[in-house]
């Protein structure tokens, strides 16, 4: 069946680093692929997207590509803030009708000054 | 803004006792679904429903059911609760097909 693989965590880096997490999936079809981040004591908030291969989701300064050939949808942030300290969960929706979002593991990101 | 709600918070109650958590949407959506997300992060999806008085069990077998009598609410109650439940429970919901799916705050559940 489908399913996602994140790297595990926790990740620790000190501020103004370079963010990459590592996403690779497996899936029929052309699946659409999400980041999901999670702040403390919170639900789950979109962070971006991408719905074909080749795509570039962004936001907030993040960005991730959807490569196909690579089945991958890496997340990366130039410079990250103390404030990105977060759980990022990587997910696919089949392009079957109906399936719910299949989500990865997390990865907890720790960002110090 | 995401405007679906979940309520309590956070619950501390004793074994036995029967529980409702509530979850609602004021964005008109048919879909709607229950995770729960263990000590490690990882989310396993429980009920989800398709639109009123649908319903269906996820991948990963749960002793809660749900129902859907209105498009806006999609309680999950436990019937008898046991520490094994302690966990967040997380509700989200989507419009429609390719769409953003929205995340409540989720609900603290704490088994004595």
């Known amino acids: 069946g489908d399913s996602v693989t994140q790297m595990e965590g926790p990740v620790t880096l000190s501020e103004e680093a370079f963010l990459t997490i590592n996403c690779t999936y497996t899936?029929?079809?052309?699946?659409?692929l999400f980041w999901y981040v999670q702040y403390p004591g919170e639900g789950l908030q979109l962070l971006l997207k991408?719905?074909?291969?080749?795509d570039k989701g962004s936001n907030k300064g993040f960005e991730a590509t959807y490569r196909k050939e690579t089945t991958s949808f890496h997340l990366e942030k130039g410079s990250v803030q103390v404030s990105d300290s977060a759980v990022y969960f990587c997910?696919?929706?089949?392009?079957?009708?109906?399936?719910?979002?299949?989500f990865g593991k997390g990865t907890t990101l720790s960002v110090s000054s | 803004e995401a405007d679906i709600y979940q309520t309590p918070r956070y619950l501390v109650i004793g074994t036995g006792k029967k529980i409702t958590l509530e979850c609602s949407q004021t964005?008109?959506?048919?879909?709607m679904y229950w995770y729960q997300q263990d000590p490690g992060m990882e989310l396993h999806l429980i009920h989800y429903?398709?639109?009123?008085?649908?319903?269906e069990k996820g991948d990963l077998s749960s002793e809660s059911t749900v129902s859907r009598i209105r498009t806006e609410h999609f309680p999950l109650t436990l019937e008898s609760a046991r520490p094994s439940h302690t966990s967040q429970y997380l509700c989200?919901?989507?419009?429609?097909?390719?769409?953003?799916?929205?995340f409540g705050p989720g609900t603290r559940l704490l088994v004595l």
């Open positions: 964005m008109g959506h048919d879909k």
């Open positions: 899936a029929t079809g052309y699946p659409s």
């Open positions: 991408a719905t074909k291969a080749d």
């Open positions: 429903s398709y639109g009123v008085n649908s319903t």
């Open positions: 989200a919901s989507r419009r429609a097909e390719g769409e953003t799916q929205y």
């Open positions: 997910a696919l929706k089949s392009g079957q009708a109906g399936t719910a979002l299949i």
